[in-house]
């Protein structure tokens, strides 16, 4: 039941707005999804600017966790499938990173491309089988897929097992050593953040998007007219799981440490929260709840040791008294929603 | 060899009678109000927490226990009026988003009230020895006291669940909650009777495991993923599931652990088998579900009626 409840038209004004305006809707989102590219463009010159180099780095982590979240918003916002295990694809792409270091390995496109490789099979794997359920349980066999690589990880005791492993230097691009810099690394990520988010804007328009859009709708008309939707849902959830292994690429490299704690439940929920917070079945909406969700994090946890709970509050608050999230608060304050 | 088997097949009861305590609350309140609780693993870390605190006040394991039980239940009422029903219309997501944000309050709350460091509490002297099972084996009398306590409480739920008119509305509810309303039931007072129970019952299993386990912040997070593991192989809703899965699920994980790699050393060098045995032992339970749900998408006792 939840698989249609997530995403009636009635109740989501995202989606709602997005039936009634299909143009301007994402033309609006367009130009957000534009000026907030233009800010994180401009930012190291202005954190240089304003002596505090380190906003780079909570910018990086910022942006490489906008990427996970635009792609489980591929599968949670257009394909109203309730991924809990997500973070699973950010830890085999971290691990990527680690182990073909440590075979000598070193080059960041190598190793995208298998991160991508390991990260599409999994889905695929997981994926059918979670497929074949609805509802709680796809979200509970998901969770149970996730727990399953943080365990393979953990026992992984070549690599550190719970401790993890600490790389000895950022990989290389293409032999130089764009990434060494931190606002290389920065731009590195941007520049995927926004390949992602045009791919995914491509994907979501083309006739595979609106199959899945469709199938969220409305599974059982979409199967009237003749479309089976595991085919899609499970490309989509391939898609998904591919990019947020990029994003595990990414991350390894800017914490230059790989450990199975990228992969607990806890951050699969994060991942959601982010979709949520941001507004789902926007892409735009996902980069700003990543966005929200890490620089609330980030001024939480400075002013407060036990940030956990106010920010624990203001999720239960979140979802109690507000709609459509951030993307369907800028959509109500600028009129688009009746 | 028998007896190691014998002594972990014990091991593995208890460990899947405390699950099914965990997981009985769990899978009534999603099979009667449709809500999924993330935060029912911090009812047990707050039962533990309880039992920790009263058995050090009173000076009395017992005694601990008899306060930390009703304080578990008025918790979790309280918990029910202020924010679980205010989700029961809301869609899955919302649920877990919600229930998500309390587990952040409730393990940080445990964190600012007792702080970051585990508690121990000690076995009761009158529960501390071992008794003799068979040949040299012996068994600590706690645990014996865990499995009889939880069979116990199975056998007390059964009997409310199958017998009593409480639990044929429970029944009911699970089956069709609106038109149970429509008849004339009080919905909402069942709902917080069933909260308040499940609360009771993780918070029962927080306080068996403390004399046992350390309590510390986030050890409900770890059995609570076990408990959806245990639902989900029974069927969501299904009490008589949640038992039978709770106890496949702890033997299968205790003894996995123990003889799985030992039967794997009989078929690969013993480096290899220790390396695999290592990585698959934890995974064994979520390779059994992900097996019991390709076979069967909705558990082994799927509720009537659903899909």
Known sequence: MSQSAVSDPAVDPAVAADARQPRLASRGALVAALILFAIFAALPPAATAAGDPFLVVTATRIVIYAIAALSLDLVLGYGAMVSFGHAAFLGIGAYSVAILASLGIGDVVLQAVVAVAVSALFALLTGAISLRTKGVYFIMITLAFGQMAFFFFVSLSAYGGDDGVTLYSRSTLLGTSALESDV??????????????????????????????????????????????????????????????????????????????????????????????????????????????????????????????????????????????????????????? | MTNLLLLQALNGLQFGILLFLVAAGLTLIFGIMDLINLAHGVLYMVGAYLTATFTAVTGDFFLGLALALPTALVFGIVLERLIFSQLYDRDHLEQVLATFGLILILN???????????????????????????????????????????????????????????????????????????????????????FGLGAMLAGFAGAMV????????????????????????????????????????????????????IVLRSLMEPAAAAQTGRTLAPMLIYILMAVVLFARPSGLFPKKGAA
Not at chain 1, 311 to 324: D, E, H, K, M, N
Not at chain 2, 156 to 168: I, P
Not at chain 2, 245 to 256: F, H, R
């Open chain 2, 108 to 194: 940080e709350g445990v964190k600012m009230i007792w702080g970051a460091a585990p508690l121990s509490v000690p076995v009761p002297d009158i529960l501390s020895g071992s008794v003799p099972l068979v040949g040299p084996l012996r068994y600590p009398v706690f645990r014996i006291i865990i499995i009889v306590a939880g069979l116990l409480t199975a056998l007390g739920l059964w009997v409310l669940v199958a017998r009593t008119r409480v639990g044929m509305l429970l029944r009911a509810g699970a089956t069709n909650a609106p038109m149970v309303s429509a008849l004339g039931v009080d919905v909402k007072r069942l709902f917080m009777l069933v």
């Open chain 1, 184 to 338: 290389g690394l920065y731009y590195t990520a941007l520049v995927v953040l926004v390949a992602a988010f045009f791919l995914l804007r491509t994907v979501v328009a083309s006739r595979f998007g609106r199959v899945l859009r469709g199938t969220r709708d409305n599974a059982v008309r979409m199967q009237a007219i003749g479309f089976a939707p595991f085919p899609y849902q499970l490309t989509a959830y391939v898609i998904a799981g591919a990019l947020c292994g990029i994003a595990g690429v990414l991350l390894a490299n800017q914490t230059e440490f790989v450990s199975p704690a990228y992969m607990t439940w806890q951050r699969s929920g994060e991942l959601i929260v982010m979709v949520v917070l941001g507004g789902m079945g926007t892409l735009t909406g996902a980069i700003a709840g990543a966005v929200g969700y890490l620089a609330l994090e980030n001024v939480l946890s400075s002013m407060w040791e036990h940030w956990h709970l106010p920010f624990g509050a203001l999720i239960i608050l979140l979802v109690l008294y507000t709609r459509g999230g951030i993307a369907g608060l800028v959509g109500r304050i600028f009129g688009a929603r009746p």
């Open chain 2, 210 to 261: 403390a004399p046992i386990l350390s309590v510390e912040p986030g050890m409900g997070d770890s059995i609570l993923i076990l408990t959806f593991v245990v639902i989900v192989i029974g069927g969501v809703g299904s009490i008589r599931g949640a038992f039978v899965a709770a106890i496949l699920v702890g033997v299968v994980d205790t003894v996995g652990r123990t003889f799985g790699p």
